[in-house]
């Protein structure tokens, strides 16, 4: 990559996605440039990459897994802090880059003014759902890590890495379509 800059591609799932940002932020970091290739869905993308028009492909666990189970695509890195449970033969970025953690999260969130009691109650279940035994094991199936978290966390999570998102985006010059 550092002998050809710029004329390597690497894919995500979209402009914006984690897997763009994930990608930006590694190649930043490492001193790389490659041509990012939005696809419309992950799928395309990981296609692309088996098929060899693709160099790099930066996608959630649940997007490349599968691909690499079957012996289309070799998963070079994962970009969470530790290594997967799921896929442990494969080393994390941060095992080369100290401090390197992306991951992507998922929540569940409602509109501004619902009821305060409502909310409560939605982030409860969630929790308790998340916490299923049975739910814990498909979840880490896919190579994800399940954690339920209490309301005020996740408003702090988000407090939080909003800033670090902002300057990603600012860093990678990326734009929105």
Same mark, same amino acid.
Not at 37 to 66: C, E, R
Not at 67 to 80: E, Q, W
């Given at each position: 990559?550092?002998?050809?800059?710029?004329?390597?591609? /690497?894919?995500?799932?979209?402009?914006?996605?984690?897997?763009?940002?994930?990608? *930006?932020?590694?190649?930043?970091?490492?001193? @790389?440039?490659?041509?990012?290739?939005?696809?419309?869905?992950?799928?395309?993308?990981? +296609?692309?990459?088996?098929?060899?028009?693709?160099?790099? /492909?930066?996608?959630?666990? #649940?997007?490349?897994?599968?691909?690499?189970?079957?012996?289309?695509?070799?998963? @070079?890195?994962?970009?969470?802090?530790?290594?997967?449970?799921?896929?442990?033969?494969?080393?994390?970025?941060?095992? #080369? /880059?100290?401090?390197?953690? @992306?991951?992507?999260?998922?929540?569940? @969130?409602?509109?501004? +003014? #619902?009821?305060?009691?409502?909310?409560?109650?939605?982030?409860?279940?969630? #929790?308790?759902?998340?916490?299923?035994?049975?739910?814990?094991?498909?979840?880490?199936?896919? +190579?994800?890590?399940?954690?339920?978290?209490?309301?005020?966390?996740? *408003?702090?999570?988000?407090?939080?890495?909003?800033?670090?998102?902002?300057?990603?985006?600012?860093?990678?010059?990326?734009?929105?379509?």
């Amino acid at each position: 990559m550092k002998a050809r800059p710029g004329k390597l591609s /690497y894919g995500s799932g979209g402009v914006g996605t984690i897997g763009h940002l994930s990608g *930006a932020l590694f190649l930043a970091r490492a001193g @790389l440039h490659m041509v990012h290739v939005p696809y419309k869905s992950s799928p395309q993308g990981v +296609g692309d990459l088996a098929g060899g028009q693709l160099q790099m /492909y930066f996608g959630t666990p #649940t997007d490349i897994i599968p691909h690499a189970r079957s012996g289309k695509i070799t998963i @070079l890195a994962v970009s969470s802090e530790k290594r997967l449970r799921e896929i442990p033969e494969v080393p994390a970025i941060a095992e #080369t /880059y100290p401090g390197f953690n @992306l991951y992507s999260w998922n929540g569940v @969130l409602a509109p501004a +003014g #619902t009821p305060r009691d409502i909310v409560e109650r939605l982030a409860r279940e969630v #929790t308790r759902i998340v916490a299923e035994p049975e739910v814990v094991a498909r979840i880490e199936k896919i +190579g994800l890590v399940p954690s339920g978290i209490a309301l005020e966390e996740f *408003a702090e999570l988000v407090r939080r890495e909003h800033p670090f998102w902002v300057e990603v985006v600012k860093t990678a010059e990326i734009k929105a379509e």
